[in-house]
């Protein structure tokens, strides 16, 4: 099946500072990758969705100018928290999604800590 | 205002036995429909999808019936093992490639 990285997998960082998570498809080519949040025993949220090359379609309520998203190519997506505060610490989980946009294969998740 | 519901919030079953979960839908829109299963701390895994145009899904022990009428779909995990214990999420595909996904529930099976 279709693989999905994450990197780093945890995270700690002192509040005010910037973080970058990186999502790659690793075996195949994305033409739409997603950035999820959830909460502990929570569903996922969806926080934004991006395509290759353009900028990326925040859902309501999200900052775009906290959660900075950038999908440089048809492998990779970052999404930058800018200024972490506390309630920022989550789970962070992205996917990807191929070409016929059916299947949607999701990241290992990364584990963000705001001190 | 959620786009699929998923019941229940949690399920214990025996090992062996059959474990079902159920998921509703308003949007007669949605055209594709995963289960995913996440354990702690990963990111949750594609487990078996339907689209509309099939009343069930088998592959394994996994098993997905489809109601377009009634507009509901289910897992079923057939003799259930300790090992499948984890939190199973429906999900269902929208306009835009969007995935709306159900609150989720809570497996356990006890050996």
């Known amino acids: 099946g279709a693989v999905v990285s994450q990197h780093p997998s945890r995270v700690i960082c002192k509040s005010g500072t910037s973080v970058k998570i990186e999502c790659r498809s690793l075996d195949f080519q994305a033409t739409t990758m997603f950035w999820y949040r959830q909460f502990p025993k929570q569903s996922l949220m969806l926080m934004a969705t991006?395509?290759?090359?353009?900028?990326?379609?925040?859902e309501q309520g999200v900052e775009k100018d906290k959660f900075l998203i950038n999908h440089a190519s048809l492998t990779l997506s970052t999404l930058t928290v800018t200024s972490a505060h506390p309630e920022d610490s989550s789970f962070y989980i992205c996917?990807?999604?191929?070409?016929?946009?059916?299947?949607?294969?999701f990241g290992p998740g990364t584990r963000l800590t705001v001190t | 205002q959620q786009q699929v519901k998923q019941s229940p919030q949690s399920l214990i079953v025996q090992k062996g036995g059959i474990s079902i979960i159920n998921c509703a839908y308003e949007?007669?829109?949605?055209?594709?429909f995963p289960w995913y299963q996440q354990f702690p701390g990963k990111g949750p895994a594609l487990l078996i999808a339907?689209?509309?145009?099939?009343s069930e899904k088998k592959e394994g022990r996994f098993t997905i019936s489809f109601n377009k009428s009634a507009k509901q779909f289910s897992l079923h995990i057939m003799d259930s093992q300790p090992g499948d214990s984890a939190t199973y999420f429906c999900a269902a595909r929208g306009t835009g490639n969007q995935f709306y996904f159900g609150t989720g529930t809570s497996l356990t099976v006890i050996p």
């Open positions: 991006s395509n290759e090359g353009s900028k990326a379609t925040y």
């Open positions: 949007n007669t829109a949605f055209d594709y």
């Open positions: 996917s990807a999604s191929t070409g016929n946009g059916y299947e949607q294969y």
């Open positions: 339907i689209r509309p145009d099939v």
